[in-house]
């Protein structure tokens, strides 16, 4: 049950997680990351989870949010969206 994760750049420089889930099969993810600095923090999100992080650089809250999701993955249970779809927030 390795993860492997990767960071890409889109074309509009925007941060992107991409997180390989290995089994019998291996499935890759690709997920994308907003950042903001609220106060002192960096707020990382992936609205495709809506699932959140932060850090004191925008490279820790990018290393932490994709902490975050692979904890996420982790549960059997985990919902993935279909590529391009985002889930609906409560």
Request: charged letters at 45%.
């Given at each position: 049950m390795g993860q492997k994760i990767e960071e890409d750049r889109h074309q509009q420089?925007?941060?992107l997680i991409a997180l390989?889930?290995?089994?019998?099969?291996?499935e890759m993810y690709r997920?994308?990351?907003?950042?903001?600095?609220e106060g002192k923090w960096y707020v990382s999100w992936c609205p495709?989870?809506?699932?959140?992080s932060q850090g004191k650089t925008v490279e820790e809250a990018i290393?932490?949010?994709?902490?975050?999701?692979?904890?996420?993955l982790e549960?059997?249970?985990a919902q993935v969206p279909a590529a391009g779809q985002v889930f609906p927030r409560p």
């Open positions: 420089d925007k941060p390989r889930k290995s089994f019998i099969m291996e997920f994308s990351a907003a950042v903001k600095k495709e989870l809506d699932i959140a290393e932490n949010l994709k902490e975050a999701i692979e904890i996420y549960d059997e249970d």
